[in-house]
């Protein structure tokens, strides 16, 4: 009976720990923002808001459907930490800023992601989302 119950704990552990690694090898590529700070985003737009990973680099860039963001970031391969920094922007003044402001209201919050069946969640400090994304394939 020890030698299961034993079993099923490192089970997982391995579990959560592989996962954490699942995150991280998956974070490169381009992600549409679907919703950000509870602000559904229209994909029927001109400009569809994105966020790209290059993880080799370790940068970040995107669009928030008018303006360009760029930035730097680190994931925490034993973790589900994830750090933005030195965070950029083009300024051109556009017709609706809403969706823009909520971006980079959330971009200021995230401090952790989670990755699900191709959907990519950030997170802030109480863990709650505050931005999905989907791959754009």
């Known amino acids: 009976m020890k030698n299961i119950i034993l079993s099923i704990v490192l089970s997982v552990m391995c579990m959560s720990c ?6 991280a ?4 590529g381009d992600w549409k923002i679907d919703n950000v700070l509870g602000i559904e985003v229209n994909t029927t737009e001109e400009e569809v808001p994105f966020i790209s990973f290059q993880k080799e680099e370790a940068r970040f860039s995107g669009n928030t459907g008018c303006n360009n963001f760029f930035g ?3 994931v925490n ?6 750090t ?4 950029g922007s083009t300024k051109k003044l556009c017709f609706d800023m809403t969706v823009e402001d909520a971006i980079f209201s959330a971009l200021g919050q995230v401090s952790s992601v989670s990755y699900d069946n ?3 969640e950030f997170k802030d400090n109480n863990g709650q ?3 999905e994304l989907s791959p754009i394939k």
């Not at 592989?18 to 995150?23: I, P």
């Open 25 to 28: 090898a998956n974070i490169s």
């Open 129 to 131: 989302v505050i931005m």
């Open 72 to 74: 730097d970031f680190e």
């Open 18 to 23: 592989s996962s954490n690694k699942y995150v």
């Open 84 to 87: 933005l920094s030195n965070v």
């Open 118 to 120: 191709s959907k990519m």
């Open 77 to 82: 391969e034993n973790t589900d930490a994830i």
